[in-house]
């Protein structure tokens, strides 16, 4: 076992992949020269040449689009957005081209590509940068998206799906990128849709993707230590697919559910989270489903209040003493 | 290489309006001098041949029997027809939505089309993708794209595709003269230009983007120049003469193969429907204009004219194209309206890949939702 930052982690999984098959190419801006606007990407130009570490212009509908049209090809790209918040001038290309191209042509096609980048609010970066679009993303059939809270998961995450033959989108967060965790020094990789339960209790279940995994251990430490109050983390990893039975097992052990999520709350994941479990687990609730989300409100820049506009331990804490 | 106007630059948009005939440059290109009397009334059935699935498929849609969006080729049947002819097999073909002209050239069979316009099941596509969507990679076909211009991209890509795999071959890009004020478009010019990638972008400029006319939409005459910002050569084709369209697409194309850059070409054409079914043609332009080109410039006509000026075919031999066709279309009605729909349980396939290869799948979990 060895200890890696997410970041390092990211960029084991892509070397390994462009290792192994040499149809594996990464695209984006400042990738190349510049070793990633995160550095996620440090070194890769020099292990894998220009050819296929590729440095684009500002352009993320073009260099999107001809990913994908690679892809059909047979190619395998991955394209990284310098953060998802810029994805969204690529829009048509993800959500008609990628996400539909299979589809429209009666199987005919695949798009196996991955869209990575970081997607999160809370470095003071204003509105137009700290989008959360997992929700969005996932209202696509056709789309496969995940979102890693740890090391471990990053890697084994991005190794499956850089092989999976449909577009993958990866949503990183820039908060975690310095964070790190153990990991094997063989291989491994993870299924996509499998949920992992990052701390077991028995009161009270928290479902969480992303950064508010760690938000929600941290307040779950507080609640055991302060309240007494067993909590059980389950981490998503994948949002789509979506492994609705650990979520499920969760709830029919704790009868006690929040979800915690750093999407704004309106259609956001936890919607349809809400929705299953009521759908599929309603007997087995003691209390109605509690949600802690961003404030609904686009992101502040004001550091303060950013801070409050985000689950924070705090807020999960009250939020879950809140529930009787 | 420094941005310039190919050799066989044609007359501009304005004259080329008025010229009937073809230019001796093109009649004398290599590629038109080999074509063999045979090969010559084969360019021809290929035009007829698309005319008359159009005509059917107008009569269908009429009928109620195809749904949505429907955008027939009749008048531009030279441009697919003619660039098609002069592919070799390496090469690669992406298109718009308006995509019937070009799936036949390409190989498509008229059954299969006709029965995707209708939802069938024995569709191209299976009935998922429809009129704009009209596929057959096995033929380097990519595609019917129902989004203007959100092909452009793609193209640069199936060429960046080549070059990455160190394969020959070029792909053309077809797009409307409305797609030239897409992003998108720019975007993937100036990526292609930047990274050298053998593409060619075949403006079908037939002077309506739906019911707004070029001189409203687009600033700047002609469209192909654009290319110069992004230092890409470009040309001007007079669309209607497919002598023409074959010899300068076949030297945009060895242009591309040579240097792996790529290049525009700006093809006038028109087309004599509205631009989809549901527009009824009445607003943006004149009865007597559709029916001034028809008569004097349409493609088909044109070029049966040069061949029997030229003792290729003659009279009864047109007649005889033209009822095979015919028959062949209303082939691929009787076909359409035989076939099944897809069952019901076909909606949730062709999603993802992994789920219709169950002995692939690695992911676990749930992928469709209630």
Known sequence: MRLITYRDAL???MAEEMTRDNRVMLMGEEVGLFDGAYKV??????????????????????????????AMMGLRPIVEFMTWSFAYVAFDQVVNNAANMRYMSGGLINVPIVFRGPANGGVNVGATHSHTPENLLA??????????????DAKGLMKTAIRDNDPVCILENTILYNDKSEIPDEEYLIPLGLADVKREGKDLTIVAHGRAVITSLKAAEILEKEYKISVEVIDLRSIRPLDE??????????????????????????AQLAFLIQEKAFDDLDAPI?????????????????????????????AVLAMG | MRSQQM???????????????????????????????????DLLRQMIRIRAFEEKTVRAYQQGHIGGFCHTYIGQ?????????????????????????????????MNECMAELFGKYTGCSKGKGGSMHFFAPDKRFWGGHGIVGGQTPLGAGIAFAVKYQGLKGSCLCFMGDGAVNQ????????????????????????????????????????????????GMNWAMVRGNHILEVRAQIRAALEYTWETHRPMILEIDTYRYRGHSMSDPDQTYRTKDEIAAYRTAHDPILLFQNILKGDKVITAEGVEKIEEAAEAEASTALDFALQSPFPPESEIKRDVYWEEDHPETKTSQGTLFFN
């Open chain 1, 11 to 13: 960029r084991e999984a």
């Open chain 1, 41 to 70: 990407s440090q070194g890769l130009l020099k292990q894998f040449g220009p050819k296929r570490i590729i440095d684009t212009p500002i352009s993320e509908a073009g260099f999107s689009g001809i990913a994908i049209g690679a």
């Open chain 1, 139 to 152: 209202n696509m059939p056709g789309l496969k998206v995940v979102c890693p809270a740890t090391a471990y």
């Open chain 1, 245 to 270: 039975e650990t979520i499920l097992k969760s709830v029919r052990k704790t009868h006690r559910v929040l979800l915690v999520e750093e999407n704004k709350p309106f259609c956001g994941v936890d």
């Open chain 1, 290 to 318: 509690a949600r802690v989300s961003a404030i609904d409100a686009p992101q502040i820049y004001s550091m303060p209040l950013e801070k409050l506009q985000l689950p924070s331990p705090e807020r999960v804490v009250k």
């Open chain 2, 7 to 41: 050799p066989l630059q044609a007359p501009d948009l304005k004259s080329a309006y008025n010229v009937t005939l073809s230019t001796e440059a093109a009649v004398n290109a290599p590629i038109n001098q080999a074509l063999k009397p045979e090969a010559k009334i």
């Open chain 2, 77 to 109: 049947e030279s441009v697919a027809v003619g660039t098609v002819s002069v592919l070799e097999e390496h090469d690669h073909v992406i298109t718009t939505y308006r995509d019937h002209g070009h799936a036949f050239p390409m190989g498509m069979g």
């Open chain 2, 183 to 230: 992003g998108a478009y720019h975007e993937a010019l100036n990526l292609a230009a930047l990274w050298e990638l053998p593409v060619i972008y075949v403006i079908e400029n037939n002077r309506y983007s739906m019911g707004t006319c070029q001189a409203s939409s687009s600033a700047g005459n002609p469209l192909a120049k654009r290319a110069e910002g992004y």
